[in-house]
């Protein structure tokens, strides 16, 4: 059996208020191209499949088409589970509807429990495979809340919490195994966050639950699953070196962080008694997304570098020089200008590492006006003695602005 992995797709992300519905379309094309490709029989989505809770009508335009697309492809069954980024109530809707097509849908824990392990059949109706499809679980979905419990002892209840959903899971799958009377592989689904797990600047992955750092290990995942496909991590990687579980990651880069980063999808084959053939399946880069920093003098030359080669692409730019230019933005757009290069975001890093510290024993910022802190700032960030008077002019400008009154 081929099953196909994704996950985190986040239909309706922005980038610097860019609209990337064009390359969630492409990737979509892709997908489905590629499944027909690979003749998948099964489709497993490990949650965020939205970047809202409330989508817009685009993005759920793009994510039905898809469904109907791919039921009518050689893929027999597709199984979806909510992620931290989607709605529950919003995913269920319209799954008695999406059953008719072979779509499954979590959106949230059941009860009982049972209704989260889903025995697909081939096409005669024969079972041939069992998905313990278990979606985000919530922190009410694990724990009890005790007045005064500690972080420690509120992690280890979430930790337990998760630990005992899977097991019961698992225990459900092996029911469902020996009722068949057939050596059924056991698939598993989830959206955590592993203990160890890789991620980058900017991709917008955070922790599930609030207030705590709790981290599950392979650990939780009976041995009786013979593959787990989890969602939430946007960097594909296995856990802790494990190549059965697995996340898939993100299929298009959610930040420039992840610009450098080749993307992916896995592609599982299954077959019984043995363990799993896992690939991964490289995803074109649907829009080129580049980062540059540097001074003055290497933004310029690197902006140059990136209009010669005449593709679209969208830039974060990184200062760190050492001269404070005022109109750095108004500079660098005219080196892009008229060119398929487009600068989204420009970082302002100038001697961050400086702090304003004392000059004399005990000397607090109640001891200095603002007019002087602006100085003080000035002097040490290095700034040429000739600017002052114009930043200080500018700065006094901005001040007296907050203290302006609107006309009623």
Same mark, same amino acid.
């Given at each position: ?136 679980? #919530?922190? *009410? ?5 005790? =007045?005064?419990?500690?972080?420690? @002892? !509120?992690? &280890? $209840? ?85 190549? #059965?579980? *697995? ?5 298009? =880069?959610?930040?420039?962080?992840? @610009? !450098?980063? &080749? $993307? ?85 890093? #100038? ?58």
């Amino acid at each position: 059996m081929k099953i196909l992995h994704t996950s985190d797709w986040h239909l309706g992300r922005t980038l610097c208020n860019k609209k990337r519905y064009a390359e969630f379309a492409t990737f979509l094309e892709w997908l489905a191209d590629t499944m027909e490709r690979e003749f998948i029989e099964v489709l497993l989505i490990a949650g965020d499949i939205f970047d809202t809770t409330v989508p817009s009508h685009r993005a759920q335009e793009l994510y039905y088409r898809f469904l109907c697309r791919i039921a009518a492809s050689s893929c027999r069954h597709v199984v979806i589970i909510a992620g931290n980024h989607d709605s529950p109530t919003f995913l269920n809707a319209p799954r008695d509807l999406l059953r008719a097509l072979d779509v499954h849908i979590i959106g949230h824990a059941t009860t009982p429990i049972e209704e989260e392990v889903i025995v697909l059949t081939d096409r005669q109706q024969q079972p041939e495979l069992i998905v313990c499809a278990v979606p985000y679980l #919530r922190d *009410r979905d694990i724990r009890q809340v005790e =007045a005064g419990e500690s972080a420690a @002892a !509120k992690d &280890q $209840k979430l930790l337990d919490g998760i630990r005992q959903h899977y097991a019961s899971v698992a225990q459900s799958a092996e029911q469902k195994q020996k009722q068949s009377n057939r050596s059924l592989p056991i698939v598993a689904m989830g959206h955590v966050f592993t203990a160890g797990g890789k991620t980058h600047d900017g991709d917008g992955v955070r922790e599930l639950y609030v207030g705590s750092l709790a981290h599950v290990t392979s650990g939780i995942f009976p041995e009786i699953f013979d593959y787990v496909a989890l969602g939430h991590l946007h960097v594909p990687q296995s856990v802790g070196g494990i190549d #059965r579980i *697995r996340y898939s990651g993100s299929p298009l =880069a959610m930040g420039f962080g992840e @610009a !450098k980063q &080749q $993307k992916s999808v896995t592609l599982v084959a299954l077959t019984p008694r043995t363990p799993p053939v896992v690939q991964l399946v490289p995803v074109p880069s649907f829009q080129k997304l580049e980062r540059v920093s540097g001074d003055f003098d290497t933004l310029c030359n690197a902006l140059r570098e990136l209009v010669q080669t005449d593709i679209s692409i969208w830039v974060e730019v990184i200062y760190n020089g050492t001269t404070a230019i005022g109109d750095l933005q108004v500079q660098l757009d005219m080196v892009v200008a008229g060119s398929k290069v487009e600068i989204l975001r420009i970082k302002n890093q #100038r001697n961050l590492s400086h702090s304003l510290t004392p000059t004399i024993p005990y000397e607090t910022l109640d001891d200095l006006s603002i007019d002087e802190v602006f100085l003080r700032c000035l002097v040490q960030h290095g700034i040429a003695e000739d600017e002052h008077p114009s930043l200080q002019r500018t700065y006094q400008e901005a001040v007296a602005s907050l203290y302006d009154t609107p006309n009623e």
